[in-house]
């Protein structure tokens, strides 16, 4: 495609320079010719006044010999003679024309050109005193027609040369500029095709190649996505199973002793392994996309669904005996999060607090709207989690003590990490006033900003002071801002 723009354009710049540069030619070359003969009449008309006086030989000798022409032996005089006696011929001058062209413009009374060897001659009739007509003849060389024609031409031939080579070059940057684009796109569709999906094409180029590259980047987003979904979906809904897990085995730990008892238990624990690897194994398969997107039409109210969690979580906690506190959750709280992705977390950092903490640990549930964040608080009165920034790291545990009785797979808090950063949020761990574990999901409303982490902040200790507004059971649980670490 380069090429053939290259050789059209080649083409056409050619033929627009043919097409004027050879007739400006010739006409360059015309006019040098009819300033040759110009300054040649012009010559001749100076020895018009002097005939007209008189045609004396040593008069006219002088004033030939005055004009250019006459000094250079180009210039003669050709007086007939007259019907007096002793009359002559007079000629001045060397001749170059025939007698037959002297005579045909002395009866014609008309300027003529005749060819002579060596250029041309101008013949200028001139009348005499005596009303008889003299011929004044000029010789123009044959150099004087294409004085300065030579250098005009070369002028034209460069000007047109720098036409052709600059119309060549910039149709080779508008191929350039046509094909560098499409040669991405296709290198960017076969490494696609080979499994490299973080590539994406520059959106540059003419409009419909621009067009192409928006609905290419598209594309790739749109299968990125999708193969993250299924993956997300697959380890979050396997996730999800460890609720009822979780309320199985504790059930199951009520059973007593005996075979039964026994093989309803190991089957419990044989679920939960199994579905820790399935998670592991949809997680690491999971393709690098840009994170979870979020949207108007994914919002949900995070108090309606933080209050639909506790009353299924608080049935449990009741059978255990642990005082669970809710606070916040009493006026709507709108969030960018959809409604299924804060029930998945939720349910991760409650099954955690079930999970590994003793039957009678208290809990509670805080949020706190500050503007531009929601902050949602789980805090626990448990032993707490020795290593934080381990906790957070993906695929580990960083809970130790409590009721372990099958391996984790790290990935709760993961799950919860992950919908915090998709709002411009973040996850922190730290101590809460129960004496235990809290853990803080900062939700972003408008994206992250240095002014949303500062309300977040004032928010938090607005929180320590209004202390809590209601609850499911009325209970000890609060908050502190807790110390930042490491991820």
Known sequence: MRWALVKVCLAVTAMVVIAFAVPLGLVVKEMARDRAFSDAERQAATIGPTLTITTDREELTRAVLSTEPGGDGRLAVHVPATDEPDSRRLEIGTR????EDLETVRESGRASIAEVPGGSALLQPTALGSGDIAVVEVFVAEGEFSHGVGTAWLMLAGVGIALIVGS??????????????AQRLAGAAQDLGEGRLGTRVPEEGPTELRSAAVAFNSMADQVVQLLANERELAADLSHRLRTPLTVLRLNAASLGEGPAAEQTRAAVQQLEREVDTIIRTAREQRPQTQGVQTGAGAGCDASEVIRERMGFWSALAEDEGRTVSLAGVDRTVRIPVARAELAAALDALLGNVFRHTPEGTAFAVDVHHSGDAVLVLVSDAGPGIPDPAAALARGASGRSGGRDAVGSTGLGLDIVRRVAESTGGDLRIGRSV?????????????GPSERARRDHRVGKRKGKRNGRRSGLRTGGAGSHEPERRGR
Do not use: C, Q, S
């Not at 129960?434 to 408008?446: A, P, S, Y």
């Open 168 to 181: 060549v070059a910039v149709a080779d940057r508008l191929g350039v500029r046509m094909v560098e684009p």
């Open 434 to 446: 129960l004496g235990g574990t809290e853990v803080r999901i900062w939700i972003g409303l408008d």
């Open 96 to 99: 170059r024309a025939t007698r």
